[in-house]
């Protein structure tokens, strides 16, 4: 992620501002006590920020090699986490009405069905709890750049094109669903959340960053947005 964030900073998207996102989990109220999931968790970074302010933090994650990084980071820091290796939408494990925050950051790209998991999400929220998500900003990906012109996008997919998208970074693959703003807020509705905000954060580059872009970092994001941010909250009960 370039250079480090603070240490308990939730990152929802590389090269954005994070006090405007970290103002849609501070809306809650402070975490101390709180039980946030962490809805595949990667290699633990976010967790273990929710961890060090205080919350009881419950890790879901469904590829053993990133929940082994996670883990090992979690030791390292000695923080205490509640991991989980299991599909993100079988949260059985979980009691109803017993998860104050629900945090995912880039992990439902991986899930087709999204209203499978925002079902389950439903039933194991307390009432008016907020689910935060990011995924990539399905314009970042329709897009590709000039190979002899980087600074240059061109049109590869329609925005209606929704087969997903194979990719391997860093010794680790999989595919990333393509999730129209319709698709999700529409999934949300379904699932009987409310959706009280959207944002397309815009990229932070030099010379305005306060740190070097991340690894993660494409000249795309000079032209759309490369992360979608969604908080909605449980309806009902």
């Known amino acids: 992620h370039g250079a480090e964030a603070p240490l308990d900073t939730v990152r929802f998207a590389p090269d954005v501002d994070d006090s405007i996102l970290s103002k849609l989990v501070g809306s809650v109220g402070p975490l101390e006590g709180k039980r946030v999931l962490d809805l595949g968790c990667g290699a633990g970074g976010c967790s273990l920020a929710l961890a060090r302010k205080g919350a009881h933090v419950i890790a879901v994650e469904g590829s053993t090699a990133r929940l082994t990084q996670a883990r090992a980071a979690a030791e390292i820091a000695q923080l205490k986490v509640e991991f989980h290796h299991s599909d993100l939408a079988d949260l059985a494990f ?27 999400l439903h039933r ?17 990906l329709m897009l590709e750049l000039d190979a002899d012109e980087q600074s240059t996008p061109y049109l590869t997919r329609t925005t209606w094109h929704d087969q997903a998208i194979s990719w391997r970074a860093s010794g680790d693959e999989g595919v990333t669903h393509v999730h129209q703003v319709s698709e999700l807020f529409t999934s949300l509705i379904r699932a009987n959340f409310r959706v009280d905000t959207i944002v397309e954060p815009e990229a932070v580059t030099a010379p305005a960053a306060t740190r070097p872009p991340s690894v993660h970092f494409s000249e795309l994001a000079n032209w759309v947005p490369s992360s979608l941010v969604i908080r909605a ?5």
């Open 233 to 237: 909250r449980k309806e009902g009960t």
């Open 124 to 140: 194991i929220m307390k009432p008016e709890a907020a689910l935060v998500m990011s995924v990539p900003h399905p314009f970042s």
């Open 94 to 120: 979980q009691r109803a009405d017993s998860i104050d925050l629900v945090i995912a950051v880039y992990s439902l790209s991986g899930v087709q069905d999204l209203g499978r998991v925002f079902r389950q």
